[in-house]
Protein backbone atom coordinates (compact mmCIF):
# COMPACT_ATOMS: atom_id res chain seq x y z
CA UNK A 1 0.00 0.00 0.00
CA UNK A 2 1.39 3.41 -1.39
CA UNK A 3 0.34 6.79 -0.06
CA UNK A 4 0.09 9.90 -2.21
CA UNK A 5 1.88 13.02 -2.05
CA UNK A 6 1.76 16.09 -3.82
CA UNK A 7 -0.28 14.87 -6.48
CA UNK A 8 2.99 13.77 -8.33
CA UNK A 9 4.04 10.34 -6.43
CA UNK A 10 3.38 7.24 -4.27
CA UNK A 11 5.38 6.86 -1.31
CA UNK A 12 6.04 3.62 1.29
CA UNK A 13 8.01 4.18 4.59
CA UNK A 14 10.04 1.06 5.33
CA UNK A 15 10.80 0.37 9.35
CA UNK A 16 14.23 0.79 8.68
CA UNK A 17 16.88 2.44 6.56
CA UNK A 18 18.20 1.36 3.29
CA UNK A 19 21.69 1.13 1.56
CA UNK A 20 21.92 4.84 -0.30
CA UNK A 21 23.56 6.89 -2.43
CA UNK A 22 21.98 10.34 -3.09
CA UNK A 23 22.44 12.29 -5.80
CA UNK A 24 19.67 15.02 -7.03
CA UNK A 25 18.47 14.15 -10.67
CA UNK A 26 17.49 17.77 -11.32
CA UNK A 27 14.34 16.25 -13.37
CA UNK A 28 12.00 13.44 -11.90
CA UNK A 29 10.68 11.63 -14.79
CA UNK A 30 7.36 10.08 -14.75
CA UNK A 31 7.92 6.11 -13.82
CA UNK A 32 10.83 6.57 -11.35
CA UNK A 33 11.44 4.32 -8.92
CA UNK A 34 13.81 6.12 -6.00
CA UNK A 35 14.33 5.56 -2.38
CA UNK A 36 14.65 8.93 -0.68
CA UNK A 37 15.66 9.39 3.19
CA UNK A 38 17.12 6.06 3.48
CA UNK A 39 13.75 4.54 4.06
CA UNK A 40 10.90 5.65 1.88
CA UNK A 41 10.37 4.34 -1.82
CA UNK A 42 8.63 6.57 -3.77
CA UNK A 43 7.08 5.90 -7.58
CA UNK A 44 6.92 8.52 -9.65
CA UNK A 45 3.99 9.29 -11.80
CA UNK A 46 4.62 12.56 -12.92
CA UNK A 47 7.35 14.73 -14.46
CA UNK A 48 9.11 17.56 -12.81
CA UNK A 49 11.82 19.66 -11.34
CA UNK A 50 13.29 18.74 -7.98
CA UNK A 51 15.82 20.24 -5.54
CA UNK A 52 15.98 16.87 -3.56
CA UNK A 53 18.61 13.98 -3.71
CA UNK A 54 17.33 10.28 -4.17
CA UNK A 55 18.94 6.99 -4.69
CA UNK A 56 17.80 5.70 -8.10
CA UNK A 57 16.14 2.39 -7.49
CA UNK A 58 14.39 1.62 -11.44
CA UNK A 59 12.20 3.07 -13.65
CA UNK A 60 8.85 1.74 -15.45
CA UNK A 61 9.60 1.02 -18.73
CA UNK A 62 6.22 2.72 -20.33
CA UNK A 63 4.77 5.36 -17.80
CA UNK A 64 2.46 6.64 -20.73
CA UNK A 65 -0.99 6.10 -18.57
CA UNK A 66 0.98 5.49 -15.13
CA UNK A 67 -0.77 9.28 -13.50
CA UNK A 68 -4.37 8.19 -14.39
CA UNK A 69 -3.82 4.50 -13.15
CA UNK A 70 -2.60 5.94 -9.76
CA UNK A 71 -3.85 8.93 -9.73
CA UNK A 72 -4.05 11.41 -6.49
CA UNK A 73 -4.96 8.83 -4.04
CA UNK A 74 -3.47 5.46 -2.33
CA UNK A 75 -2.53 2.74 -4.14
CA UNK A 76 -1.83 -1.20 -4.26
CA UNK A 77 1.19 -1.12 -5.99
CA UNK A 78 3.25 -4.66 -7.18
CA UNK A 79 6.45 -4.34 -8.21
CA UNK A 80 8.17 -7.25 -10.50
CA UNK A 81 11.34 -7.64 -11.26
CA UNK A 82 11.92 -7.95 -15.34
CA UNK A 83 14.81 -10.38 -16.08
CA UNK A 84 16.02 -9.69 -19.72
Known amino acids: ?16 NLPANDSNPVTINSGD ?7 TLVLFYKTFATPYSYTRVGK ?6 LAVVLGPRNAKVLFELKNR
Open 1 to 16: DMGDLNSNEKFFDFPG
Open 60 to 65: IENPNG
Open 33 to 39: IMLWSSN
